[in-house]
């Protein structure tokens, strides 16, 4: 609902603190990654942890994931390129099938742990700021997905057009 008088200049954005939290997070996880002398990318988390949970195509992992076909196309040709897996012709030959190669493998395993204390160190986080992030951002995402944003900015335009326009009519 958009507020008479907000002062929107001094205000971040949305998508400012989004990408900001995202920087701080990536950064960490960064950090981790050396710390355990390893070359990783934390894009390939997601996907990783599908594909050790029983994904076997990227439309499974696309399922499991809030991650777009596309993202996850790109991270698996990543993945591949790094020899973490391979692809495989599945019996009905319509889908390319994903597997974690041997190395792939000893990457997950060697990263469980890891993933293990990330979740206990976000279970922190919520309890230190006293609100559950990752349930906020799972019913922001739903809500995102039943009407987009810009049909939201477009709406609260024309509620506050049409605010101005009966106080200018008075």
Same mark, same amino acid.
Request: aromatic share 6%.
């Given at each position: @609902?958009? !507020?008479?008088? @907000?002062?929107?200049?001094?205000?971040?954005?949305?998508?400012?603190?989004?990408?900001?939290?995202?920087?701080?997070?990536?950064?960490?996880?960064?950090?981790?990654?050396?710390? @355990?002398?390893?070359?990783?990318?934390?894009?390939?988390?997601?996907? +990783?942890?599908? +594909? #050790?949970?029983?994904?076997?195509?990227?439309?499974?992992?696309?399922?499991?994931?809030?991650?777009?076909?596309?993202? !996850?196309?790109?991270? *698996?040709?990543?993945?591949?390129?790094?020899?973490?897996?391979?692809?495989?012709?599945?019996?009905?030959?319509?889908?390319?099938? !994903?597997?974690?190669?041997?190395?792939?493998?000893?990457?997950? #395993?060697?990263?469980e742990?890891?993933?293990?204390?990330t979740?206990?160190? !976000?279970?922190?986080?919520?309890?230190?700021?006293?609100?559950?992030?990752r349930?906020?951002?799972?019913?922001?995402?739903d809500?995102?997905e039943?009407?987009?944003?810009?049909?939201? *900015? @477009?709406?609260?335009?024309?509620?506050?057009?049409?605010?101005?326009?009966? *106080? #200018?009519?008075?």
């Amino acid at each position: @609902m958009y !507020i008479a008088g @907000m002062d929107t200049r001094q205000q971040p954005g949305l998508g400012e603190l989004l990408r900001y939290v995202n920087e701080l997070i990536e950064q960490g996880a960064e950090e981790q990654y050396r710390a @355990m002398r390893l070359n990783y990318r934390p894009r390939y988390t997601p996907v +990783l942890r599908a +594909l #050790d949970d029983g994904a076997r195509t990227v439309t499974d992992i696309t399922g499991r994931t809030r991650l777009t076909q596309g993202a !996850i196309s790109q991270t *698996v040709a990543l993945l591949e390129n790094d020899g973490l897996i391979a692809r495989h012709a599945l019996d009905d030959g319509r889908k390319r099938g !994903i597997r974690l190669t041997a190395a792939g493998r000893a990457l997950v #395993d060697r990263l469980e742990r890891h993933w293990v204390a990330t979740f206990a160190a !976000i279970d922190r986080l919520e309890a230190e700021i006293g609100y559950p992030v990752r349930q906020v951002l799972a019913a922001m995402a739903d809500a995102l997905e039943r009407e987009g944003f810009s049909a939201r *900015v @477009m709406a609260a335009r024309t509620e506050h057009e049409g605010e101005h326009a009966h *106080v #200018d009519d008075a």
